[in-house]
Each structure stands twice: as structure tokens, then as C-alpha cells.
């Protein structure tokens, strides 16, 4: 099927061109992407082709919009829209990750189609699991992140109660995992509503972590397992990263579709004695071909960094990060 298409206009014809190409590297929209520095050829080819979405500079009146027939059309503002027009406006000088995740919250996709589904086939799925406290566990899910976004298209998901994630990369966030959680218990997987939620840090891009420990809590191992399967088979990423925190026993459930799991240990007793439960338990419960997929980590402690601002920097370039180059090796 013969992907929609989105359009983009602005007065600035650079702003335009890398807009356009900044969207269609990302792939996080389900259009074809289109940019336009005439404003006369876009009209041109509104007449004569179907436009799904238009984004165009909020300076272009509603007279003139309507002579392009687009099917929804967002305005990109620099602080003002005009009265008169009803259209919905994003501010076009914040970063490009937040007009997307703008249009694709307003954009409604007809949940009979299939075109808008990207991926061509299904994604690997990584999981990040340990027992043990305290083992380098989200430093490595980081890092790994990092290092395999550089070739691959890499979603990272923190399933952790407190995360500290919006505090360590200093983001505010306006949705995230405990919205999509909401909307995949009520409608099923949708590609819009993803979108909508991602952010990036980096080269990685991330669902940001639930708003309350509760969220996690009313979901269950198969619903989240299952909105994981999703996520590889109809998204267009290639890698899902899961950081699994503290999960418990449903851990096991959400283990089993990973194709591949990472488990940090350490060499004392009471560590120890945690994984050998650990394994117990996947034996006696039925997961003891889970074992196969585990491949147990140590990883050496870094030394505090510096500032916050730099930390991404400093942990990839740290003893941590050559090691976990080392670890994911087979994986790029």
C-alpha cells in the first residue's frame, strides 16, 4: 500500500528542506515526506494529488489553505496565528522531536489501514534484567542504547518504578510509557500514539518512564509482554531495548520475548545467592528455556562523574562504556 503523504511549507526554504529531511531520517511518522519551497507548486500539487497531512508556515491564509485541499493541515507558527483561522498551530522554532510528537498526538489514523505500519520485518527485542541491586544495570541499558542507535533505529524503554530519567537528562515531559500503557489497554497498539510519546537523547530514542509506580502495578506481564511484541513486529525499530528494573516474578513473563537478555551480577554471596534463586525459579515455573537466552555480565564500577549535562558523554567514554562496546559487539 502506497504511503500518504505529508507536506511541508515555510517562507524558509532551509528551515523547510531540513525539516523534511530531519522527519523522514527519524521514520516516526507513518507519510511519505514531501517539502515544498514554492509555495505555487505546493498548490499546484494539492490540485492534483491527495496531501493527508500539510504543515505550512502560519503566515499563509486560510483562503489560500483551502485552495490546496489538504485532509488536515497544522499550522507552524513563530509566536502568532491568525484569528481565523482553525487550524491547529505548533511552535516551529522548539526542537523538531516536539513538533512531531505534537502533530502525531492531533493526527487520527483510521485504525482499519495497515499502510501506516513502517516496519518490514520484526524488530529484536533486548532485554536488561538482574536480581541483584545496585549492579551498573541502567548505565549499561544506557550506553548499549547509545552505541547501538549509531547503526541501528533503537527504542528504549525503562520499566523501572523511579527511574530518575527526566531528572537525569533534564526533560520535562508532557506524555510517556503510563499514556501509551492507557491508550494500548483501551484501543491496541497504534503507531500514532507512539509518536506522540517519543523523545530522544542523543542518538536514542526513549518512551519516557511511568508517571507513578502504580501504572506498572494495574498492567500485567502478559499485557506489557504483549505491548512489547507490538512494539517490534508494527513499529520501525529494529532494536526494542527493555530496561527491566526491579519486575519480580513477572519478570520471567516479559523475559520470554526478548531474543536476547543481559544479566549484571557480581561476585559477592549474597549476589550470588540471588541469581542461583533466580534460576530456580525460572526452572520450577516453566521458563527454563529462558536460561539459554541469558548471558550474565560483569561490568566494572566507574567513578563518579561530573556534571549531569555531560553525563551521556562521560559514560560512553568511561571504563563502563568500553566494556559494554565489548558486550554488544555481536549485536551491531
Known sequence: MTKKVMAVYDEDPLYT??????VTLKKLVPFSVMAFI????LVTYGM?????????SSSISWEQIQKIGAGKVVLLSDG??????PCKAVYKYQNTDGILREIMAEYRIDREETGYLLAEKKGKIMGVYSPINRCLKTSFSLAAGQILS???KVLYLNLEDYSGFGRLIGETYKGGLSDLLYDYSQEGFDFRRLGSVVYTWGELDYVPPVRYPEDLLMVTAKDMADLISHLSR?????????DLGQYGK???????VCDHVYMPVKDDFVSMAKVDEFEDYLTTSGHQSLKDRIQKIKLPYHCTFGRKESYLEQLLWSELG???RQIIRNQL
Open 322 to 324: 568500553d566494556c559494554t
Open 17 to 22: 528542506e531540513r525539516f523534511a529531511e530531519y
Open 234 to 242: 508494527e513499529s520501525i525499530y529494529q532494536i526494542i531495548l527493555m
Open 250 to 256: 513477572k519478570a520471567a513473563e516479559l523475559l520470554e
Open 150 to 152: 549509531r547503526d541501528k
Open 38 to 41: 514554492d509555495f505555487n507548486e
Open 80 to 85: 502568532t496565528v491568525p484569528i481565523q483561522t
Open 48 to 56: 492534483n494529488h491527495e496531501i493527508e497531512l500539510l504543515l505550512l
